[in-house]
């Protein structure tokens, strides 16, 4: 085998002398254009601006040595048992972030399947692009981030590859097909790696945080960008992450989910990540605003789950309405706000409503603030005692949530100017899920896989 191999591959020394030589000619070009006495700017400038001509190079001749007898097949069998005579060779312009080369593969075709293919192409596992799997990864990454322009003029200023903000887009929703809900959450060994991690050294079971929330995305109606379009709307991104508690209050992730979708969509997603979840390892502590149709969610998937009224958003309603009542910034409204809230950590929940019912509203504003707040505290009773709630070890509220839609969504969707196609937005959330689960590199194996092997009809 080895012998065989050794007839059919070059020596080594061919691949050796062109690097070698690729390097000489390099080096020459180098001290040609910076002169005697270059600054190390200079020097990192103009190997920025050249290192892809030395670097494909080397990756071509690679590719050449390692190929060499795939290069010359002039033989092939189809999947239908025939043997094929190689057609022709065509040529493949390759751009990689490593620099461009062009290969003239085989060709082969089958009249009696009417399939023509490539055999090299499936080797090496070429994309049927230009760009090959290696930018798509960087710049489906990075688009994930930036707006495409930005991040078209990032790309190339680091890479020196040159992807179009268009490419970038392409490329990204095709990515974000394959990001599905299945994928993009982490699977149940991976969830019982992380409930491992936040058990360790802790003496009870680690608190697993359900939070969930809506926020606002800007979207447009579909149509071309040279005819007219209907007028954007802000829909409502639903989401939630489940993140451990974990020795020292550490938060561990788990799992974000965020689209534009609806309550019954949201409530399909909880359930995929709810039976993900070993029940007996953690403490279960959902953790909402106060809008019921997520409390409905939460019973449905998590029935032995602890319910919070997150604390923050309970906190700044009662602010909000202590400033309508007695003013901006005065001593009266924070002593109330203080009081109730006091009152609600120790879950006298019963008494803060009642106190809402007898307060006199100084101004139609006020009456509205307080008649909002009372209905907004009105069927939390079981989900406030924080005082209980903390001796317990649970959490009285999420930053999380809040964090993680702004870091999910509001980043990237909310840049002033950008309005978003409804699918288009939904493929970027699921792409940033993804990168902040811990799960893109899966996302993006499926992705190349549907790619399937480039076998164009001639
Ligand atoms: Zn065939």
Redo the contacts with the bound molecule.
Sequence with gaps: MGAALALVAPPQEDLRTMAHDALDKWLDQIQAETGTTPTLLELSEQFMATRLQLLGACLEGLIRQQYAADLEQDEAE?????R?RRRRLDAKEISTLHGRFTLHRPYFY????G?GFHPLDAKLGLSPRHHQYDIQDRTTRVGAELPYGLGEEQFARLTGVPASAHFMHETLNAVGEAATLERVLPDANEIGRRIDAAREGAHRRPVLVVACDGAHAPTRPPGGRKTKRGAGAWREVKGFRLYLLGPDARVIHVASWHQIADKAELSTALGVVAARIPRDGVRIALVADGAEWIWDVFREHFPDGEEILDYYHCAEHVCETARAQYGEDTLEAQEWAEATLTRLYLNQLGAVVGGLLRMRPRTPAAEEAIRALSIYLEGQRERVGYRELRRRGLPCGSGGIESANKLICHVRLKRSGAWWLEANGNAMLRIRCALYNGTFEQVFADYMASRGTPNPSP
């Design positions: 189809c999947r239908c048992g025939r094929l089958c009249d009696a399947c399939v």
